[in-house]
């Protein structure tokens, strides 16, 4: 269902206020996603920890912050991101991927909380640290669980974690030197639907913590299923949160102590929160199809192309649903740059009210992976983002200027 404006605000009047391309974030649809997730685990000592890689800015950060939720990141420059907001250390995550070691003993040094993804940095840590500073291990389950394969990250083939059968090897280092591993930590993959992926991750890594004795969290990651269109299947956070919440008290009372619960949450909470204002150019009548082209592409919005993702698209200039055509809705680049993907991910066509040249075409589910996922391709500039919150509309990052293009620039004769 299309909607024209946020808090009260017209998409149109945000449009002209700021110019296009534009990311528009909504407050409220973020904080009704936090308190979603804490009812659904209201029966455990729950901790969400924000996977900001979804969205960095810093007034998202902030706003997490405010609501209780804790960080989780990714390298060092989202670290010091989350410190900017005013995340301390103890309630910032480091997981990174393949890193180098010099990441990772900052991170330390900072004092944030580690999850080690390979034999080799559980081996350096132990040599570095020993028992003075706690670890968590990232763990993989052997789980396949995710929208699509790009996206999934716990089947045996995957990069992230080791797997839960290099059980002995993991205990070998651990006890070699003496180290505190105070949490165990998975995630699935993302789009998860239902609880079965989660269960089965769960299940593993439950069975698995039996074997450290100084545990204080398990972190079961994120991956919850968002609507993308009406109708659409999204995860079922109450059977999600009551079939966990038993399997997690059920553990914790065979382990002999309560730990914390945590997620790490990321398009769960501000995918929906965000909305991409663009204008229409042209509309291209061809003898085939019908184009709309707007002014950005896969340089400010790369979803579509990169995963075929699906991503509502309407026109906030025409309320009147008289008049519908179908359009393919496209970029500018100078490369095919389809924003009007299918939901079987294939380039397609939206029906649409009536598009003309100079329409606010917007495209919602743009909160999560799209303005992080950015770039200055073609050399051209990157979007403003505006977050409405408490019935206004705030700049929280300014469109970018050619100057930001060349700051970097070395001028050398050739």
Known sequence: ???????????????????????????????????????????VNLKIKYACKANTNLAILKLMRKHGVEIDVVSPEELRLAMMAGYEGSQITFTPSGVSFDEIELAAELGTRINLDN???LEKFGQRYGNTKGALIRLKPHVFGGGNEKIMTAHPESKFGISIHQKAEILAIVEKYNMKIIGLHQHTGSDVKNADAFTQAASAILEMAFSFKDLEIIDLGGGFKVAYKDGDIVTDMQEVGEVLSNAFLDFSKKYGRELQLWFEPGKFLVSEAGTFL?????????PIKTFVCVNSGLNHLGRPMM???????????????????????VGYICETDTFSWTPEGKQGERLMNKVSSGDIIAMKNAGAY????????????????????????????????????????????V
């Open 278 to 286: 663009t204008t229409a150019n042209t509309v291209k009548r061809d």
């Open 370 to 413: 799209c303005f992080s996922m950015a770039s200055q391709y073609n050399s051209r500039l990157l979007p403003a983002e505006v977050l409405v919150i408490n019935g206004e509309a705030k700049l929280i990052r300014r469109r970018e200027t050619f100057d930001d293009i060349v700051r970097n620039v070395v001028s050398v004769e």
């Open 1 to 43: 269902m299309s909607y024209y404006s946020i808090q009260n605000i017209k998409l149109t009047d945000l449009a002209n206020q700021f110019g296009t391309p534009l990311y528009v974030y909504d407050a409220d649809k973020i904080i009704e996603k936090i308190s979603i997730l804490r009812d659904s685990f209201k029966n």
């Open 307 to 329: 995963y075929g993702s699906y991503h509502d698209i309407f026109n906030a200039s025409n309320e009147d649903e008289s008049v519908k055509e179908e359009y393919r809705v």
């Open 119 to 121: 034999l080799d940095v």
